[in-house]
């Protein structure tokens, strides 16, 4: 079923060239943004400006839009907490599940099949190590 599904969406997208043309209008509106906001601002510096935006603001808080956006903006907010949870989740059972296999591959003789023919464990190589105490001017002790 997902897999006709994709197929639909592929001769949608290859007949239409959505992808292409939605791509082509983020890209304009990433180049243009910076000249609208310039424009804004210094239209928003004039009188005429200055009434606009109030009036603008004052029509779309009496009809009720300025609500429904701030509702649209408090509701992004709260599903995007478990959202990224989620994804955190998703992300931290990925790169375990790799290093699972690379723990896996390392003791398994780097994949020869031999079961501890490596000098690695689970917590990693085993180094051995010699020391030599010292005095407090740096000298061996005796």
Known sequence: MQGRLNETAQDIDQQYGLRRKVRAVVEDVKRLAPIWARRTKEFGATTQGKA????????????????????????????????????????????????????SWVNNGSGSGKRGSSSWDRTGPVVDAEWVSLDDDGRPRK
């Open 52 to 103: 606009a935006f109030t009036f603008l603001f004052v029509g779309l808080l009496l009809s009720g839009t300025l609500f429904k956006l701030l509702n649209l903006i408090w509701l992004g907010w709260w599903v995007s907490v478990p959202l990224s949870l989620f994804l955190a989740d998703q992300q931290r059972r990925k790169q375990r599940d790799e290093a699972q296999q690379r723990a």
